[in-house]
């Protein structure tokens, strides 16, 4: 039998958290941060769950909100 593992995205939390509360606000500390997206990859980003994400990503949004992959992605088991 397959083991099934759910996620939780939270990056719209630790954005709250840091006081962003529009997606166009991530895309200048990506940018400084050398990962480029366009608002509407920003936006799908943060208001999506992702499937798959870059270690780069993942590594700018840990820098950007201090924290770490498990703050952003919470695993769920049923």
């Known amino acids: 039998m397959k083991r099934q593992v759910s996620y939780q995205w939270r990056l719209r939390e630790k954005m709250a958290a840091a ?5 166009s606000e991530l895309a200048p500390p990506l ?6 997206l366009s608002l509407s990859q920003v936006h799908r980003l943060v208001t999506g769950t ?3 994400l870059s270690l780069p990503v993942l ?3 840990c820098d950007i909100f201090d924290c770490t992959p498990t ?5 769920k088991r049923p």
């Open 19 to 23: 006081g962003m509360f529009t997606t």
């Open 31 to 36: 940018a400084e941060r050398g990962v480029n």
């Open 50 to 52: 992702p499937e798959r």
């Open 59 to 61: 590594a700018a949004l």
């Open 71 to 75: 703050d952003l992605i919470a695993t």
